[in-house]
Structure formats: structure tokens, C-alpha cells
């Protein structure tokens, strides 16, 4: 494998663990462990797994003034989503845009009391923090914390499996984030994830990263799970991977995220518009757009993939779209897809056609998630 990729703080344990390394984003990572993909998939969604997603970006941003309201007031400048009536200890998710109305990269933002922390993603961190600190330096303390680890528990048995070891864990609720400590290393702990599971992210520093990991894989029920079945979990339950379903060529409502973009900063709202775009997302949102991101459930059991275009019909006369994602999905016992099609054809159960080696696929538009969500509200 390339000198030039980076290695997480847990890639020596991943080794250890037997995990098949693989590039992604510049980083090795482990795509699955031996138990293989299918069996993580279905252990994940039964008991618990544990992901190394330490690639991903940790940024934190503090108001010069000392009032992390006005680092929320500052960020709200380049997200469209209300960060300044997020209370301390929560999360919530969001979109970068930019000028056309694209999306830069999503991402999540916490309020932990003192200032913000952001994680984004791992493709996009440089570019994420080099946007941030030129737009918000002269009021905001921008640091990057890429050194520091990040795991994810996720599953239903993840409570009973972290709280013999982080008793407060018992009382996060979904989007609930504290600061803390695990195996006596001080955590960062928010309950979520990106497998429609219930679950935690934690941060830590990178030197006590193992630690923390070897910690949790110690208690029942909980097995080391790769980015293959990241992959199908997050797609079964409906989530965006950035590059493939979003990118700067989709704006959050093409992309069905106008749920991210909160009352106070939709049209009529008390900070209406102000970030990147807003004049082309508002405008989308008051008229309806040409395209809209759809789930699609295909027949059969082939897969239909990333890049597949899309037709109205099975003579392929007429394509209306493209898929974006798409994989079997163990726990749905079916191939699942997600795309982009002519909003004509968006409604739930309409017929749309794949064309996949020749033929064309019947497929139908399906609501998602795929799979019910677990988050304890």
C-alpha cells in the first residue's frame, strides 16, 4: 500500500484484529474484519459493532468574545442551519454550501458550553477548515484537531455495552453530547451515528485511542465492524455519503435535506437566508426543484450500483435519473438503492427502470429509511 496514505491511531490494532486495509479518503483503512462484511452488517444491526473512524475531521471553534453564541452566529454565515438555538450538550446536523447553492460537505456541529465542536468529513477536512478559518477568523478561534481519534458504537446493545464503563451514557438521549471519561481517558461522547442505529461517537485523544477501543471490544457483544458494512448500514438506513448522493453539483433541497435547514433560517424565518447560496436554496424551496433525491427499492437480487442511469420506461426511451448508492442490504434481504430522478417521478411506488449490462431493471421509489431507525429519543 502507498507510503503516502495516513494511518489512523487504531491501525495497529485494526491489523491486530485482522482487518483487510484498504485505501480511503488517504487513509488505510479497514474495508472488513474476518468475520466479513455480511456478518458485521447483521451483528451491527442485532448487537453492536465498533467502527475506526478516526479519518475524519475534528475542528473547534470558539468565539473570540467567549460567548459561544456568537461562534454558532459566526458559523451560521457558511451553514444554513440554526446554530444559535442550539442548546449546550447538543448536536445537529448540517450542510456547507456554497455560492451556486452546493453542498461543500455535511457535517455535524455540538455545543458543548465553552464552543463548538465540528466533525466533518474525512475528504473534506483540509478544504472544510481552510473555509472556515479564512470566513470566521477575525471573530473565532479556529483549531484543528486531526489528530484525534474518533470511534462509533453503534447498535442495540450499545448502552449495555459502554455503560459499565461510562455511566452517563445512560442518560444521552439521540444528539445528546458530553464531555467525560471512559477506561480513564477524558472522552468527547454524542449520541449518534451514521447506521440508523442507536449508538455513540467518541473522541479522544489519538495516544489513548487504543485504549479506549480495546476497552469497549472487551464487553459482551461487541465486535470490530469495517467500512463495507459502514457502507450497506448507512445506506439501508437512508444516509448521504458525501461524494456520491451530495455534492457542490446538489443543493440541499435537490438532495431532500430541507429538514437540516431549521424554521429560523427558512424563508420568514428570524434569520432568514445569510450562508452560501441562500438566494438559490430559498428559491427551491418556495418552487419546487427539477430533480430530487429518491429511495429505490430494486426486484430480484441484483445490485444495482452507483452510476446506474435511470429510465421511465423498460425500452429505455426516457431517462429521468441516475443511482448514487446502491448495494444488497442484508437486513432488508434486498438490493436498496438511493438516486437522483425528474421530480415527475419521485413520488413513493412509482415504476423507474435501471439500465444495468444491457437490460433494465425494474425498480420502484421507495420512502427511506430502508430499515426502522433505533435512536433513543
Given at each position: 500500500m502507498s507510503d503516502s496514505l495516513q494511518r489512523t491511531p487504531l491501525y495497529d490494532l485494526n491489523l491486530e484484529l485482522g482487518a483487510k486495509m484498504v485505501p480511503f479518503a488517504g487513509f488505510e483503512m479497514p474495508i472488513q474484519f474476518p468475520a466479513g462484511?455480511?456478518?458485521?452488517?447483521?451483528?451491527?444491526?442485532?448487537?453492536?459493532?465498533?467502527?475506526?473512524?478516526?479519518?475524519?475531521?475534528?475542528?473547534?471553534?470558539?468565539?473570540?468574545?467567549g460567548d459561544v453564541k456568537d461562534a454558532a452566529a459566526a458559523l451560521e454565515t457558511l451553514v444554513p442551519a440554526d446554530y444559535v438555538g442550539l442548546a449546550a450538550g447538543r448536536q445537529r446536523y448540517g450542510l456547507l454550501t456554497n455560492d451556486e447553492g452546493g453542498i461543500l460537505d455535511d457535517l455535524m456541529v455540538a455545543n458543548m458550553g465553552h464552543d463548538l465542536l465540528v466533525v466533518v468529513n474525512a475528504g473534506c477536512k483540509v478544504q472544510d477548515a481552510d473555509r472556515i478559518e479564512k470566513a470566521l477568523s477575525d471573530r473565532c478561534v479556529v483549531t484543528r484537531q486531526f489528530d484525534r481519534?474518533?470511534?462509533?458504537?453503534?447498535?442495540?446493545?450499545?448502552?449495555?455495552?459502554?455503560?459499565?464503563?461510562?455511566?452517563?451514557?445512560?442518560?444521552?438521549?439521540?444528539?445528546?453530547?458530553?464531555?467525560?471519561?471512559?477506561?480513564g481517558v477524558?472522552?468527547?461522547?454524542?449520541?449518534?451515528?451514521?447506521t440508523g442505529e442507536d449508538g455513540f461517537?467518541?473522541?479522544?485523544?489519538?495516544?489513548?485511542?487504543?485504549?479506549?477501543?480495546r476497552a469497549i471490544l472487551g464487553q459482551p457483544d461487541v465486535l470490530p465492524i469495517g467500512l463495507g458494512a459502514r457502507d450497506s448500514?448507512?445506506?439501508?438506513?437512508?444516509?448521504c455519503l458525501y461524494g456520491n448522493d451530495i455534492d457542490v453539483t446538489t443543493t440541499p433541497v435537490e438532495a431532500s435535506l430541507g429538514w437540516?435547514?431549521?424554521?429560523?433560517?427558512r424563508e420568514g424565518g428570524?434569520?432568514?437566508?445569510?450562508?452560501?447560496?441562500?438566494?438559490?436554496?430559498?428559491?427551491?424551496t418556495r418552487d419546487g426543484v427539477e430533480r430530487k433525491r429518491v429511495g429505490l427499492l430494486a426486484e430480484g437480487r441484483a445490485p444495482v450500483r452507483a452510476g446506474a442511469k435511470l429510465f421511465a420506461d423498460a425500452e429505455g426511451q426516457k431517462e429521468i435519473g441516475v443511482v448514487t448508492s446502491g448495494a444488497f442490504g442484508p437486513s432488508v434481504k434486498a438490493p436498496v438503492?438511493?438516486?437522483?430522478?425528474?421530480?415527475?417521478?419521485?413520488?413513493?411506488?412509482?415504476?423507474?427502470?435501471?439500465?444495468?449490462?444491457?437490460?433494465?431493471?425494474?425498480l420502484h421509489v421507495r420512502a427511506m429509511p430502508f430499515v426502522a431507525p433505533g435512536f433513543k429519543r
Amino acid at each position: 500500500m502507498s507510503d503516502s496514505l495516513q494511518r489512523t491511531p487504531l491501525y495497529d490494532l485494526n491489523l491486530e484484529l485482522g482487518a483487510k486495509m484498504v485505501p480511503f479518503a488517504g487513509f488505510e483503512m479497514p474495508i472488513q474484519f474476518p468475520a466479513g462484511l455480511m456478518a458485521e452488517h447483521l451483528h451491527t444491526r442485532e448487537k453492536a459493532g465498533l467502527f475506526d473512524v478516526s479519518h475524519m475531521g475534528q475542528i473547534r471553534i470558539a468565539a473570540k468574545s467567549g460567548d459561544v453564541k456568537d461562534a454558532a452566529a459566526a458559523l451560521e454565515t457558511l451553514v444554513p442551519a440554526d446554530y444559535v438555538g442550539l442548546a449546550a450538550g447538543r448536536q445537529r446536523y448540517g450542510l456547507l454550501t456554497n455560492d451556486e447553492g452546493g453542498i461543500l460537505d455535511d457535517l455535524m456541529v455540538a455545543n458543548m458550553g465553552h464552543d463548538l465542536l465540528v466533525v466533518v468529513n474525512a475528504g473534506c477536512k483540509v478544504q472544510d477548515a481552510d473555509r472556515i478559518e479564512k470566513a470566521l477568523s477575525d471573530r473565532c478561534v479556529v483549531t484543528r484537531q486531526f489528530d484525534r481519534g474518533l470511534m462509533a458504537l453503534q447498535g442495540p446493545a450499545a448502552e449495555a455495552a459502554l455503560a459499565p464503563l461510562c455511566p452517563a451514557v445512560k442518560d444521552m438521549r439521540f444528539m445528546d453530547v458530553i464531555e467525560t471519561e471512559l477506561a480513564g481517558v477524558k472522552v468527547t461522547v454524542s449520541r449518534s451515528g451514521y447506521t440508523g442505529e442507536d449508538g455513540f461517537e467518541i473522541g479522544c485523544a489519538g495516544a489513548d485511542s487504543e485504549k479506549v477501543a480495546r476497552a469497549i471490544l472487551g464487553q459482551p457483544d461487541v465486535l470490530p465492524i469495517g467500512l463495507g458494512a459502514r457502507d450497506s448500514l448507512r445506506l439501508e438506513a437512508g444516509l448521504c455519503l458525501y461524494g456520491n448522493d451530495i455534492d457542490v453539483t446538489t443543493t440541499p433541497v435537490e438532495a431532500s435535506l430541507g429538514w437540516a435547514i431549521q424554521k429560523a433560517r427558512r424563508e420568514g424565518g428570524s434569520r432568514e437566508g445569510g450562508y452560501p447560496g441562500a438566494e438559490v436554496v430559498l428559491k427551491q424551496t418556495r418552487d419546487g426543484v427539477e430533480r430530487k433525491r429518491v429511495g429505490l427499492l430494486a426486484e430480484g437480487r441484483a445490485p444495482v450500483r452507483a452510476g446506474a442511469k435511470l429510465f421511465a420506461d423498460a425500452e429505455g426511451q426516457k431517462e429521468i435519473g441516475v443511482v448514487t448508492s446502491g448495494a444488497f442490504g442484508p437486513s432488508v434481504k434486498a438490493p436498496v438503492a438511493m438516486g437522483y430522478v425528474a421530480s415527475d417521478h419521485a413520488a413513493v411506488d412509482t415504476p423507474v427502470f435501471a439500465e444495468l449490462r444491457g437490460r433494465y431493471v425494474p425498480l420502484h421509489v421507495r420512502a427511506m429509511p430502508f430499515v426502522a431507525p433505533g435512536f433513543k429519543r
